[in-house]
């Protein structure tokens, strides 16, 4: 099986910074397209920013500018560095990846189980 396990999470100040890792592990033949969506209270699920395999990116409007998202694929880790940080950042950050499973050679679709991010003051 394969997890994706996030990490970094917590409150913040606005202004501040805070850097976001998901650490995907099992039976990986190799991870395509990683990203990191957000939902805040009563609103739908939203893309924040995604990386290709090929290290390709691109951004909510909304975060352009602030947030910069990278991989390491020698560690299949993704990350995603939030400065400038707003109330209006606070969410829960959920990881997702595009993985094909050494074990069944099929692409999945995974999502890690969410970290809180909450900025105030």
């Known amino acids: 099986q394969v997890q994706l396990v996030e990490s970094g999470g917590g409150l913040v100040q606005p202004g501040g910074s805070l850097r976001l890792s998901c650490a995907a592990s099992?039976?990986?033949?190799?991870?395509?397209?990683m990203g990191w969506y957000r939902q805040a209270p009563g609103k739908e699920r939203e893309l924040v920013a995604r990386i290709t395999s090929n290290s390709n990116t691109n951004y909510a409007d909304s975060v352009k500018g602030r947030f910069t998202i990278s991989r390491d694929n020698a560690k299949n880790t993704v990350y995603l560095q939030m400065n400038s940080l707003k109330p209006e950042d606070t969410a829960v950050y959920y990881c997702n990846a595009g993985i094909i499973s050494a074990y069944t050679g099929r692409l999945g679709d995974y999502w890690g189980q969410g970290t809180q991010v909450t900025v105030s003051s």
């Open positions: 099992g039976s990986i033949f190799s991870i395509n397209a």
